[in-house]
């Protein structure tokens, strides 16, 4: 038998790619949040867990203990056969919780069935603390493409990346365009601590001595919150403000929306009636209504540019919004010149 402990950190360093995760907590706690590529193998059940723990707040710690061994006892053979499938060098790694009991005696089970097992000291808390701690330290550069609603962000930023840049893509990650709209054609978003983990697991993939390229985001997208340490190092990272015209960015929000029904833009619409005002809101909708989109996305932005305005523009140093007017439409010509014009302004902001 062959068990030991190791951190995260050491998971990540010595068997990343060759040592499948398991994590044995139940389906909701995974569902809650989990590291991301870890396998669910949970010991027990949602009812179960409860039934535990209910039994040992009330009753006594040995009754819940028994209790577990009444529950995972016809499941052993169950729980071999399935960690052997995902271990198929023969090494697993394991966790729960905080690297307590349902960890521990999953890995001894593993190591009698002739696994080499390694159980994650602290198990998903410590992960969780070793985030949150990553997120305070991160010092990577950081370059925001800004730009007003409709001027191809998203489609800049994959471009940067198809062109050897680093990207984050918040968008995906929170399986949300943030804005009103941003719930259309996306599946349904992650917890926010889901969302963390995620975040974390694409920082952890790139190199932090290269600059990291990021979409201007609210600090909400949609449901999901951006972390705070994060959030300060992107409001104070140089912004490039895109610079399209009406008539383009509104061209854009027609390929991007006008796929969607009438009745879900109309919801879309309405969750924004406060800000954009009652008669903008009758416009808008009549304006779908006759299907006039584009006169129904004229409505929308001079809600969104107001509001990017405010929230993005005014709230930055002057010195890190750096304009930016491509001469070209199509995103790959466009990231080429914004790169081009951060080399220059960069060294210009260094040099002041």
């Known amino acids: 038998m062959a068990v030991r402990n190791i951190t995260i950190e050491e998971y990540w360093q010595h068997a990343c790619g060759n040592m499948p995760l ?13 590291i991301p590529g870890a ?26 203990f028994l209790k577990g061994l009444e529950y995972v006892g016809p499941q052993m053979r169950h729980l071999v056969e399935a960690a052997s499938k995902i271990a198929t060098a023969g090494q697993i790694a394991v966790h729960c919780w905080r690297g307590g009991q349902r960890s521990n005696s999953l890995a001894w089970l593993l190591g009698t069935a002739g696994l080499e097992v390694q159980v994650i000291k602290g198990g998903y808390k410590a ?4 985030l949150h701690q990553q997120f305070e330290s991160f010092s990577s550069s950081l370059l925001i493409v ?4 409709g001027s191809g962000k998203t489609a800049m930023l994959h471009a940067l990346a198809e062109q050897g840049e ?7 990650l929170a399986r949300h365009k943030g804005s009103a709209f941003g719930a259309l054609g996306e599946p349904g978003q992650p917890t926010v601590e889901q969302f ?33 340490p994060l959030w300060q190092k992107i409001c104070a990272a140089p912004l490039f403000d895109v610079k399209l015209p009406l008539e383009a960015r509104i061209k854009r929000l027609l390929d991007e929306y006008a796929c969607f029904s009438i009745e879900d833009l109309k919801a879309s619409f309405k969750k924004i009636e406060k800000r954009l005002g009652g008669q ?11 299907g006039k989109l584009d006169e129904a996305a004229k409505i929308a932005l001079q809600y969104y540019d107001k509001a990017y305005q405010h929230h993005t523009i005014s709230r930055r140093l002057p010195a890190l919004i750096i304009p930016v007017e491509p001469d070209s439409l199509k995103p790959s010509d466009m ?3 914004l790169k081009k014009v951060a080399d220059y302004s960069l060294k210009q902001i260094q040099l002041t």
């Not at 398991?22 to 989990?34: F, K, N, S």
């Not at 992960?127 to 070793?130: I, L």
């Not at 903008?280 to 006759?290: G, I, N, R, T």
């Open 39 to 64: 396998w669910n193998l949970p010991l027990f059940s949602n009812e179960e867990r409860a039934d535990i723990g209910t039994i040992y707040k009330k009753q006594s710690p040995r009754l819940a």
């Open 335 to 337: 990231a080429q010149w």
């Open 280 to 290: 903008h809101l009758k416009a808008a909708l009549e304006a779908l209504d006759a």
């Open 166 to 172: 680093q990207i984050i893509d918040l968008e995906r």
């Open 196 to 228: 963390e983990n995620d975040l974390y697991e694409a920082i952890r993939q790139l190199d932090p001595t290269k600059r990291i390229w990021l979409e201007n985001e609210s600090k909400a997208i949609g449901k999901v919150y951006i972390p705070d």
């Open 146 to 149: 800004g730009g007003s609603t």
């Open 22 to 34: 398991l994590d044995v907590r139940t389906p909701a706690e995974y569902h809650h949040g989990h």
């Open 127 to 130: 992960y969780r603390q070793f």
